[in-house]
């Protein structure tokens, strides 16, 4: 399996994270790809590939302008305000003040663009995005020119990231942007099934009234996880999206078994679909030493995880999202990865 990588990702190393009331070393942070394609290499994959550069076009077909613009220039706007900090927001639009103007203080524009606070922006922000929606497609080219499969090592993650939001540490929707480039080079639907422990809000948000993008999400009950207000087993969709949003939300401690069987119905949908690409959103968060999830799927399982995936005999891009139990991510997403090339 081809897998897209560049050690640039690793140029995004922030200090500062809130959470449990505390600033603390980010989870997401560039060890976590360190130790995956550290096992790739002794699994021996397959070849690792540099991404190619594609500019701004593919993200202005999925992201608001204005937003883009906002994460050209915001570190920049930040230290010009004269914070000494990293840029995290700490207001936002709510139910009361609805946001009908984007005001000018960076402090306001933060806000207005974050779905959460855990997330700091920092220098290399921006530049972290741009290269991992290159990673993504620089594999989805190489899926729709052979018909096989590639695994896009993407960091910063990305299915958080909604139309004009950024959040729980994505910038630029990956699968998203992957998924329209599908579409503008002909493919007619296509699948995004996304097994990360946290909903996929950005990606549901992006293609929600939509029928060309059929989205499905395994994670935990958004009443108890991240990202709380979106994930819901009602969310199916609108106007012509109806019944192409499926999400299938799961109690805190789901192991695999119970898993498997939402997969299940997660494929025998898929299959009906017909879609002429699957791009898999692999959070590998679901494992049970993870420090921010709370399901409890063992390394082993997967393993039957890439096995169950390759079951639907698709031409099928890999898009790296979540998993924080550091020194495991390497072997539980390679094992996905494994599972799905043997089986093949």
Not at 107 to 134: N, P, W
Request: charged share 25%.
């Amino acid at each position: 399996m081809l897998i897209i990588h560049s050690d640039r990702t690793r140029q995004r190393r922030t200090r500062t994270e809130l959470s449990g009331g505390e600033l603390v070393s980010p989870f997401e942070c560039p060890e976590r790809v360190d130790y995956i394609i550290q096992c790739a290499r002794k699994a021996q994959l397959g070849e690792i590939r540099e991404p190619s550069d594609y500019g701004l076009e593919p993200v202005l077909a999925i992201h608001d302008r204005d937003y883009i613009d906002f994460l050209s220039t915001a570190w920049q706007d930040w230290q010009a305000d004269g914070h000494p900090g990293e840029a995290i927001p700490n207001i936002w639009p709510t139910r009361r003040m609805p946001g009908r103007h984007i005001p000018r203080n960076i402090e306001g524009r933060l806000g207005y663009y974050a779905l959460a606070g855990e997330t700091s922006l920092t220098a290399d922000s921006f530049a972290s995005a741009l290269l991992s929606k290159d990673i993504a497609l620089t594999a989805l080219d190489h899926v729709l020119d052979s018909s096989t499969s590639a695994f896009a090592l993407c960091r910063p993650p990305g299915h958080h990231a909604a139309v004009d939001q950024f959040g729980g540490y994505c910038f630029i929707n990956n699968v998203a942007v992957a998924a329209q480039r599908a579409r503008d080079k002909g493919r007619e639907r296509v699948a995004i099934l996304d097994v990360d422990f946290h909903h996929g809000n950005g990606t549901q948000d992006i293609f929600y009234r939509r029928n060309d993008v059929l989205t499905l999400s395994l994670h935990g009950d958004p009443m108890d996880e991240f990202p709380y207000y979106l994930g819901f087993a009602e969310e199916t969709g609108e106007g012509p999206g109806e019944g192409f949003n499926i999400n299938y939300p799961l109690p805190s401690g789901t192991d695999y078994a119970t898993w498997t069987e939402h997969l299940e119905q997660a494929k025998a949908r898929i299959g009906e679909y017909q879609p002429e690409l699957l791009i898999i959103a692999l959070g590998v968060d679901t494992f049970e030493n993870d420090p921010i999830s709370s399901f409890k799927l063992k390394s082993e399982d997967y393993l039957d995880m890439g096995r169950r995936i390759a079951e639907l005999g698709l031409p099928t891009l890999f898009v790296m999202e979540g998993g924080y139990a550091v020194e495991e991510i390497g072997i539980n997403a390679v094992n996905v990865l494994k599972g799905f090339s043997h089986h093949r």
